[in-house]
Nanobody, 115 residues
Framework: QVRLEESGGGLVQAGGSLTLSCSAS????????MGWWRQAPGKQRALVAT???????NYADSVRGRFTISRDNAKNTVWLQMNLLKPEDTAVYYC?????????WGQGTQVTVSS
């Protein structure tokens, strides 16, 4: 069905920037949500940001003002631009794509922010 391919994770110093990307293959429909969740060891997976096919965005309070999510509907691709990174942003970041009837997850990409 829908397969998500993530890229862009890595190691960055506090205050630096990193951009994640995720491309969805297959037919995802005309109205879907794409976004990013993250999970640190021993913690719950938490929402980072989402964007609808119409461009509406939603951000976690912890990243609002620092992260920017965007998507290209024609390419079925979503990006997460992360600025002013903090050590507490360190986590595995998972790409998400979904609709009211289904959802898909990427395998995750590690983001590590050093202090």
């Amino acid at each position: 069905q829908v397969r998500l391919e993530e890229s862009g994770g890595g190691l960055v110093q506090a205050g630096g920037s990193l951009t994640l990307s995720c491309s969805a293959s297959g037919s995802i429909g005309g109205s879907t949500i794409m976004g990013w969740w993250r999970q640190a060891p021993g913690k719950q997976r938490a929402l980072v940001a989402t964007v609808s096919s119409s461009g509406k965005t939603n951000y976690a309070d912890s990243v609002r003002g620092r992260f920017t999510i965007s998507r290209d509907n024609a390419k079925n691709t979503v990006w997460l631009q992360m600025n002013l990174l903090k050590p507490e942003d360190t986590a595995v970041y998972y790409c998400y794509e979904g609709s009211p009837v289904r959802s898909s997850w990427g395998q995750g990409t590690q983001v590590t922010v050093s202090s």
